[in-house]
């Protein structure tokens, strides 16, 4: 019998979350979602706009993953995010829009950089697509149907939030949802 423990892998993703008074605006959000057009997925993991999208990492390695994103974030100056109507990936997703600032863009491309060179973590679609940044109302389980509904509804609706981002956030999944790890605040 081994008794050599295998090592266990858990997923993870590093964003950008809002302020608790536009998470819970954007939960309602959600929430609507859910009871309108049945559609909840969204509701897996608290508001946010995604820098390096979901990735595995070995849970015994956490703390070079920790030190690592500890690293990358003292290089971090705080800038300000600006969320401003709503957009679509046709005809499955329904988002809140970001403004794409420069200060947004680089901190995208330097984290996913930094991570493939420090860990390499590489997330292969996102290399050959532009950053597209957003926060996501409602998606997945949105059908085509619902989601043809819903649009109309949405397409026009007003919504404005503008802060400052200080730090970024590893999520982790457990088994269900996505929960907030840990933070990693600027200089």
Known sequence: MDNLKKPSRKRFFIALLPP????EEATKIKEYFKEVYNSKAALKSPPHVTLQPPFEWEIEDLPKLIEELNNFSQLQKSFSMTLKGFSAFKPRVIYIDVLKTSELLSIQKSLMSYLESSLNIVHQVS???PF???????????TKKNFYQAWPEFKDKEIYYNFMINEITLLIHNGKNWDIHSE???K
């Open 132 to 142: 597209s940044p957003h926060l996501t109302v409602a998606f997945r389980d949105l």
């Open 20 to 23: 608790k008074n536009v998470q």
């Open 127 to 129: 290399k050959s697509r």
């Open 184 to 186: 990693y605040c600027f």
